[in-house]
């Protein structure tokens, strides 16, 4: 018989209980991850094994795999009919949605990071009131101010170039680029640039030299967000360009819906090549994605 006392039985058993329920608890944790990943991941899955499809075959049967559950063997012929006929036009759309997205963002960067600096360190009786104008802007529908856009750039003769979706992209995007930049500014000790300015500094030379490179984590953040915003942005490209020319490439992706039917395996084959440029950057940058994100959320 044993001769320890019963409250050390009875630790032992919480113990034991305690560390059972965290297992536990860690193992269905890893299994609701689990399952949401493949919800996540089975779409994309999804679209490629059906890219592979005739249309004839995806419209018979959607769900089974070509050459393994089904009884066709997967084919290339979306891919090249996409890369080969120049109707489509997609390598054009996809080089103009880089050159729309690419100046784009360089922009918004650029003056989320002077103006959210300004708001934040240049105290003034109009600062409070620009910020709150700047905020505003991250309230407004995009889809409110379509016809007036429309309008106004049909008035000015700026509509259907090649710089025209870069005027309402950086105007939406600035918004939340500056309130990142101004509440991560203000987590940045100001004595840093007391010091250079007693060291001789410029104001300049504070901003672009001491400043700048201590922002790049909440940088890396803003440039990530309006990558992914400018690279899918429909609505502005639908309404403000008419030349097949200057289509990017969600509206590209809608060359495959016809009337009265669409080439769902093509589509799909037009997507993945369209995804194509941000998953490989994800893939690429995806540590400084994810350390810039956490910096920039920690820190603001």
Known sequence: ????????????????????????????????????????????????????KEKRVFNADKLSIPGLFGATAPTLKNYTDILSNKDYQLGQSMLNSLITTGLS???????????????SRIKGRWNRPLYLMFLSGMLIPIHALLVPIYILFGGLNLN???????????????PMGIFLMEGYVKGIPASM???????????????????????KPILVTI???????????????????????LYTVPLALTQF??????????????????????????????KQIIKGMVEGAVKG
Request: charged share 10%; glycine share 6%.
């Open 105 to 119: 963002v360089l922009l918004i960067v650029l003056f989320s990071f002077i103006v959210g600096y300004i708001l």
């Open 193 to 215: 640039e007391e010091a250079a300015s007693v060291d001789g500094c410029s104001f300049s030379g504070t901003l672009w030299r001491i400043i700048l490179p201590m922002c």
């Open 223 to 245: 440039a990530i967000i309006q990558v992914f915003g400018c690279w899918n942005e429909f609505s502005f490209a639908l309404v403000l360009l008419d030349s097949r020319e």
């Open 1 to 52: 018989m044993s001769n320890k006392p019963v409250s050390a039985v009875n630790a032992d058993h919480h113990h034991y209980s305690t560390k059972a329920g965290r297992i536990i608890g860690g193992l269905a944790m890893d299994i609701v991850l689990w399952i949401f990943s493949l919800v996540c991941i089975f779409p994309i899955f999804w679209m490629f094994y059906n890219s592979l």
């Open 160 to 174: 259907d170039k090649w710089f025209t979706l870069l005027f309402p992209y950086v105007s939406f995007g600035l």
């Open 257 to 286: 819906k016809g009337q009265f039917g669409s080439d769902y395996p093509k589509q799909m084959a037009a997507m993945l090549l369209t995804m194509s440029p941000i998953v490989i950057l994800y893939f690429v940058f995806s």
